[in-house]
């Protein structure tokens, strides 16, 4: 992966985009038209698609899923086809961080595991195949989304380097911390034991 040097007019043009399409909450959207009113009051009272399944609107979670996603890589392509490898990694973090701080949701967005696995396929897609390997096979043994993800997202940057790509490892590192303190309720709660599995209802907030 050849990156450019870094042309602050075109990587802050990158951020903002990047940032603006990240911050669309699709989880809110999906869950309003699936008929489940305000997700936000709904189990943990996260816009992202592990609580919007929580609602029991499957197809909500999935759309959720896909399109969380599907912002950060399309942040990613359209930056890198414009401007370049070095402005698809700024593209990249302005997603990330416009899904977990959306301004038109008071900066309170989501956890940002969809938004990551987007980003990581379109700056990497071997790197984001292993990731979603990764978390599928955390997911069948333990049962346990948020520990899936936390596994997934970690071992990402050592991916990255495996396949001697230095930038996009460090950029993954950055947001893999931004993910775990995100995930810091999750993590008490797995120290606790009493982190919920994948499937199981937890009573409204």
Known sequence: MALDT???QTSGISLLGGYLLGSIPFGLIFAYLAGAGDVRNIGSGNIGATN???T???WAAAATLIFDGGKGA???LLAGYFYGPMAALFAALGAFLGHLFPVWLGFKGGKG???FLGVTLA????VGLLVAGTWLAAAAIWRISSLSALIAAALSPVYMLLFGWREPAIL???LVVLIF???RENIARLLAGTEPRIGAKKPAA
């Open 74 to 76: 399309a942040a990613v």
């Open 52 to 54: 919007v399944l929580r």
């Open 181 to 183: 303190i995100m995930h």
């Open 6 to 8: 870094i042309n602050w």
């Open 113 to 115: 595991v969809a938004t």
């Open 172 to 174: 993954l590192a950055i």
């Open 123 to 126: 700056i990497a897609w071997p």
């Open 56 to 58: 029991g609107k499957r």
